[in-house]
């Protein structure tokens, strides 16, 4: 079960994480995620009694209260952190899995759009590993928000292309300018 963050029980909540290095860490780093008002925080401690020893998970949970997107988003802390990635998932899907895109129209839309030739090998926490200890969690949260933006903004140009055909407009025609030059 998650639980809103309250800065007020920080300290008990980080003293039940057995490794020191992510304790002091972990601490930063919800005190500054709380601040942000963009997002809803909660965390989750997970006591896994094995009979070897008694292991603890901390899942951090943000839900994106950016444009109202209320996307749910988690970061499963190693043991290892912050030298390994937090495991995330979006609304339940791993991050992994957005992070593909397959469709050779989508990559070709992506690479007019941003000049980018995949998600993936550019993500700081995709298939070539680019991830270093001084990245946080807020650096993840920037970074799924851009590609989501990336993602809209094909799925857009994918409309028009087909508003394009179906009206038979020319291909030149610029519905994205018209659209954002409605914009007031
Ligand atoms: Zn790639």
Request: charged letters at 25%; one cysteine or more; proline letters at 4%.
């Amino acid at each position: 079960m998650f639980e809103p963050f309250d800065i007020t029980h920080c300290d008990e909540l980080i003293e039940i994480i057995p490794k020191k290095c992510i304790k002091s860490r972990i601490k930063v780093e919800l005190k500054s995620l709380v601040k942000d008002d963009t997002i809803f925080l909660s965390t989750n401690l997970q006591v896994n009694e094995s009979q070897v020893n008694e292991s603890h998970k901390l899942t951090i949970q943000i839900e994106d209260k950016l444009y109202k997107s209320n996307n749910v988003y988690t970061f499963k802390i190693h043991d290892m952190y912050p030298f390994k990635a937090p495991d995330i998932k979006i609304n339940g899907n791993r991050y992994t899995t957005f992070l593909r895109m397959n469709n050779p129209y989508n990559l070709k839309r992506l690479k007019t759009i941003t000049n980018l030739d995949c998600l993936c090998c550019y993500s700081i926490v995709g298939c070539i590993p680019l991830w270093k200890p001084s990245f946080k969690i807020e650096n993840i949260l920037q970074e799924i928000r851009t590609y989501r933006m990336f993602r809209q903004t094909i799925l857009y140009n994918l409309f028009f292309e087909k508003i394009k055909e179906r009206f038979g407009l020319p291909v030149e025609i610029d519905l994205d300018g018209w659209l954002y030059s409605c914009k007031k």
